[in-house]
């Protein structure tokens, strides 16, 4: 396993709620990943900056397309890793 940090910068005028989870996109298809820390929802303020950390699977890393988050509100950011 690998430690996995993943940075989410509010780039929106209105503070976001983000909750500790997101889908890794591959070949297979969808995978949520629901152990990011810290756990719970996380606030950030316009333009703030946060980290989230897990432990990932090297193997499910190296076949990653695609990182999926989202806010509390229901809308999706994704984000391409190769």
Known sequence: DQNLEIQVTNRGTEPARVPSYFD??????VHRIETLMPQGELSLEPGETRAFYCSMDERRWESAQEIVLYDVEGNSYSVNVR
Do not use: V
């Open 24 to 29: 890794l996109m591959d070949h297979a298809g």
